[in-house]
């Protein structure tokens, strides 16, 4: 038996804004098309979800620089691979110039928004130096002063 509706769910994530405006034009070509071929029709609820998160090369060179600073060139990496997930911060980075950075956890341990996830407790005192230092060096003129 045919149905007389079907109900599908997509994810799209894309690290550049360009492509992503893209990627809905193209999504919506091919459901209709393929629709359209079948003689059927297609309601796309097309949601865009947040926007690609941008660094600004003056503020990525200047957090990397006090991370640098603090706990040395072995433990820095930058740069950093994109990562396909999603960010409000995107939002603030569209607005301002910043920098979105990740306070690591260790190398074997499970990815945040995993249920093996364990917060490495030793990470506040160096997130709480990271953001310190941050303000004193640019409040003193630093590399963005």
Not at 12 to 37: M, T, W, Y
Request: proline letters at 4%.
């Amino acid at each position: 038996m045919i149905p007389e509706s079907a109900h599908l769910q997509i994810s799209v994530r894309s690290f550049d804004a360009k492509v992503r405006n893209l990627l809905e034009q193209r999504i919506r070509a091919v459901v209709n098309g393929h629709a359209e071929l079948h003689g059927a029709t297609a309601e796309i609820n097309y949601i865009e979800g947040y926007p690609v998160v941008v660094n600004t090369a003056p503020e990525t060179a200047f957090a990397a620089s006090i991370a640098r600073e603090l706990v040395g060139d072995a433990h820095v990496v930058e740069p950093f691979a994109p990562i396909a997930g999603s960010e409000d911060f995107a939002y603030y980075l569209e607005k301002k110039p910043g920098c979105f950075l990740r306070l690591g956890n260790g190398e074997d341990t499970a990815m945040l928004h995993n249920a093996k996830y364990d917060f490495n407790d030793a990470n506040l005192t160096v997130g709480a130096a990271f953001w310190t230092r941050l303000v004193e060096r640019y409040l003193d003129g630093g590399v963005l002063g």
